[in-house]
């Protein structure tokens, strides 16, 4: 599976507007990203839906963007997402599957060794491990597990890997030398987020 060494995450939290959301997913498509993920942590599911689809519309041209629905295989089914990411509270990686099928791309989150290690045994494409750093994208984030927890997983699993968690363009080198196959970013990436893009992947080894 090709995975840019940016993985950007669109998080209706912190878009004011959700014209500001979809301008913002129109610049990120701009670039040279191959993924972009969609999370909505609060809405309810016929705005998530309608959001969705509306993502769907809009990026349609882009090919080399694959849209990932967070938590919600339903919908990921329904707005024909390209791939899903599930956490640790969400569905099983193996009832997501049942879901959304073969060959959509599956993507689950982690946090220690023993979860990451469990999740290399199932059908999901790539993995992700965080928070390598400490976050303010999340209300109950997991502890942190630093650059050594991304060392540690990457021994672990020979999937593409995903690092997460209070990534910027000043660290985020130091967590592809750790082993990250990309780093998710959020906050990051909000202000000018083509410009913030593509600065990302021209500083990225």
């Known amino acids: 599976m090709l995975i840019s060494r940016l993985y950007p995450i669109l998080d209706v939290a912190?878009?004011?507007e959700a014209a500001a959301l979809f301008t913002a997913a129109d610049e990120l498509a701009a670039t040279s990203i191959t993924m972009l993920q969609y999370r909505n942590k609060s809405g309810?599911?016929?705005e998530m839906l309608d959001q969705a689809r509306e993502l769907?519309?809009?990026l349609s041209t882009q090919s080399h963007v694959k849209l990932i629905m967070n938590d919600r295989a339903d919908l990921c089914v329904a707005a024909d997402f390209d791939g899903l990411h599930v956490g640790q509270d969400d569905l099983s990686p193996e009832a997501a599957?049942?879901?959304?099928?073969?060959?959509?791309?599956?993507?689950?989150s982690?946090?220690?060794?023993e979860q990451l290690a469990a999740a290399d045994q199932t059908t999901a494409n790539y993995l992700a491990i965080g928070p390598v750093f400490s976050t303010t994208s999340k209300a109950n984030p997991d502890p942190v597990v630093g650059?050594?927890?991304?060392?540690?997983?990457?021994?672990?699993?020979s999937k593409p890997l995903v690092?997460?968690?209070?990534?910027?363009?000043?660290?985020a080198n130091s967590v592809i030398d750790a082993g990250a196959d990309s780093v998710a970013v959020i906050s990051?990436?909000?202000?000018?987020?083509?410009?913030?893009?593509?600065e990302f992947l021209a500083n990225l080894r």
């Open 188 to 198: 990051d990436l909000i202000r000018d987020p083509r410009k913030s893009a593509e």
């Open 56 to 58: 769907k519309r809009r």
């Open 163 to 171: 690092a997460i968690g209070g990534i910027t363009r000043a660290n």
């Open 110 to 113: 982690t946090h220690n060794p």
């Open 14 to 16: 912190c878009f004011k």
């Open 97 to 108: 599957r049942r879901i959304i099928g073969p060959d959509r791309i599956l993507g689950v």
């Open 147 to 157: 650059l050594e927890g991304v060392r540690r997983a990457r021994s672990l699993t």
């Open 44 to 46: 309810n599911a016929r």
